[in-house]
């Protein structure tokens, strides 16, 4: 029975993968570079992703976000402050998203005019990396309160990041936050994949990651971590489709 549920997950996935990829074919057609960002709740996502989506309105950039919950819109009226256009997107309990939910709204949603998307994951360094939504850019954020050793409890999310950024830093001292430590961490599981440092509170690092950001969009090429291991045992939600596709037990 294991072994057959192991299947079942290891057919949903890459029929994930195989959805994210005619997906980004397709988003890259109409000109649309998509930014995932994973993190734990509390990492301060919501307020530093409204930050760069404020900054980018400014600059004249046609920017969207959707951002994925549980439940509530909560993070979506925050977003919406900035200016850019906002969707929530209710997992009703998933904790993950697919790429599947993510055309969907794509199709139905998306500004015509939308360049740069960023999809704000549900939080969790779990479920959600093993999961390819079509993004050109992965990033991974993690604050200095949640303990340096955390690339190593969670190294399928650190090992397929594009760009690993770490926020809260103004709480690293009180924290007691070993910033050598967390980069020999990183580098361990993502050799040569870049730190940057942020504070939402502040603004440090706000504009580093919009040019980061840029950069992809403008086609600069990103460090590509090798293919991460894909331990994620939850087993994945299914549709009419998997079932008639033959994919649930």
């Known amino acids: 029975m294991c072994e057959s549920m192991d299947e079942v997950t290891q057919a949903v996935l890459a029929r994930n993968d195989g959805l994210a990829a005619d997906l980004r074919d397709e988003l890259a057609r109409r000109g649309v570079s998509v930014v995932n960002l994973l993190s734990s709740p509390g990492s301060g996502k919501t307020e530093l992703l409204g930050r760069v989506l404020a900054r980018a309105v400014e600059r004249g950039l046609a920017v969207a976000a959707l951002t994925a919950d549980l439940a509530t819109e909560n993070d979506a009226h925050r977003l919406a402050r900035s ?3 906002v969707k929530q997107l209710l997992t009703d309990g998933l904790c993950h998203l697919e790429a599947r939910q993510l055309r969907g709204h794509v199709e139905s949603w998306l500004p015509e005019d939308t360049s740069l998307l960023f999809i704000e994951n549900v939080g969790n360094l779990v479920c959600p990396a093993s999961y390819d939504l079509g993004e050109s850019l992965r990033i991974v954020l993690m604050a200095v309160t949640e303990g340096e050793d955390k690339p190593l409890k969670y190294p399928t999310a650190f090992g397929s990041a594009h760009l690993v950024v770490l926020t809260k830093t103004d709480l690293a001292g009180p924290a007691g936050f070993d910033e050598a430590a967390f980069d020999a961490h990183v580098g361990r599981i ?14 440090a690092g706000v504009d580093a990651l919009l040019e980061r950001v840029l950069a992809v969009w403008d086609g600069a090429p990103v460090h590509r971590p ?3 291991p894909r331990p994620h045992t939850h087993t994945p939600s299914h549709s009419h489709e998997d079932a008639e596709a033959g994919l649930v037990p």
Do not use: D, I, K
């Not at 993502?190 to 603004?203: D, F, I, K, M, Q």
């Open 226 to 228: 090798p293919l991460a």
């Open 83 to 85: 200016g850019a256009a």
């Open 190 to 203: 993502n050799p040569g994949v870049e730190v940057l440092r942020s504070c939402a509170r502040t603004g």
